[in-house]
């Protein structure tokens, strides 16, 4: 098992980054299901026991709502795929320079099916994220950011910490009002408690924003005018020589040998730009968090199960694309389930988290008691 220790935090948003990839090159919604459950797995069996843990919850419900959303969209705007008509609603063409986009129209099956499948993909991205967010400490990954980077990682912590603490203010809020008789549910409910809630999460962040550089956080040291330029430059180009390389790698009708080279040539120049402005950087860091082999497996499995899903497209292997016109039950490619499988290894090949972490135990329920008649005498 290991020592308990926390891991490191870029380990778990590697891994889930590697998911949320996996996740984006396909349609097939076995697929989808069964990451969503590895998600769900290392999250139920990593998740330590603190404020920002509980945002797993809000990003699954946030995914529902996406797949409500676009199946509504498709309902609205329908497009003209399919011939099974399930239901017969009536339509308006819009006029050609609004690019003769249709309002309302028969709903076919093909057309619902293609419009859930959407739903479920971007859906199954954010619950990746938010395993991200429920696994890895906002504060953690601040202290791992480089010093290169500090203007960048005060903008971080702020985006960061805005959603745990926004799903912790959800909770306090709601137990206040549980206490004092009042309802949870609702839209009165949510109405009286969506402004305290926005409010409270944008203050802790800013706050803890403004704490950091109140304390000197990215303080640097002299260095002359053309080493700033060269960091620059090379970190500029090197981050766009990389978004270059993860969209050919994300996007399915990019050549995944495009994608490959100028991925690991943007990180290799983006890597040596923060080196070189690192050094001129006098930021220390007080017992950092190191990256052993728990780090090393946690992340490579995500690497593994974007790599796995990236040759499988490139292969051309059927059953990442599901097929909605005509309508047919989705292949499970043995390469992308595989990649699946190794997605799950880190809820055992994690470090186990120390035992002022782990969440206790929930109490068993206990059965409720019938209640006895009462008579009422005269």
């Not at 697929?31 to 699954?60: C, E, K, Q, Y």
């Not at 011939?83 to 006029?95: A, C, M, Q």
């Not at 969440?359 to 008579?375: L, Y």
Request: hydrophobic share 55%.
């Amino acid at each position: 098992m290991g020592d308990r220790r926390w891991l490191h935090p870029g380990a778990w948003w590697v891994w889930a980054l590697g998911l949320a990839a996996a996740a984006s090159r396909t349609t097939n919604p076995l697929l989808l299901l069964l990451i969503i459950t590895a998600a769900a797995v290392v999250v139920s069996a990593r998740r330590p026991d603190a404020p920002w843990a509980r945002s797993f919850g809000f990003f699954v419900r946030l995914g529902l709502i996406v797949i409500v959303v676009r199946v509504a969209v498709q309902v609205l705007f329908g497009a003209e795929i399919g011939t099974t008509v399930l239901i017969e609603l009536p339509g308006i063409g819009l006029p050609t320079w609004l690019a003769g986009v249709r309002l309302g129209g028969d709903l076919t099956l093909e057309s619902l099916l293609m419009a859930l499948y959407d739903g479920l993909r971007l859906a199954t991205i954010l619950i990746c994220v938010g395993a991200a967010n429920s696994l890895a400490s906002p504060t953690r990954l601040l202290k791992s950011v480089p010093a290169a980077l500090y203007e960048l990682g005060v903008s971080v912590v702020v985006t960061l910490t805005f959603t745990p603490q926004l799903v912790a203010d959800v909770d306090r809020l709601a137990t206040a009002r549980r206490l004092r008789g009042r309802k949870t549910s609702g839209p009165r409910a949510i109405a009286g408690a969506a402004i305290p809630v926005l409010e409270g999460a944008l203050e802790r962040s800013v706050m803890l924003a403004a704490a950091m550089d109140s304390r000197g956080y990215g303080r640097r040291g002299t260095v002359s005018a053309s080493a700033r330029r060269t960091s620059s430059m090379l970190l500029l180009g090197g981050l766009v020589a990389a978004c270059i390389g993860a969209y050919g790698l994300v996007s399915a009708d990019a050549p995944v040998l495009l994608g490959l080279p100028m991925l690991g040539l943007g990180i290799a120049v983006a890597v040596s730009g923060v080196w070189l402005a690192g050094r001129a950087s006098v930021r220390t860091s007080y017992r950092p968090d190191p990256w052993r082999a728990p780090e090393w497996l946690v992340s490579g499995a995500g690497v593994v199960a974007a790599g796995t899903f990236a040759l499988a497209g490139w292969l051309a292997m059927p059953g990442l694309a599901a097929s909605v016109d005509p309508p047919a039950w989705p292949q499970l490619p043995l390469l992308a389930l595989a990649g699946v499988l190794i997605a799950m290894t880190p809820a055992l090949t994690a470090s186990p988290l120390p035992l002022s972490a782990v969440p206790p135990p929930r109490a068993p329920r206990t059965p409720r008691t019938p209640r006895s008649p009462v008579e009422v005498t005269a």
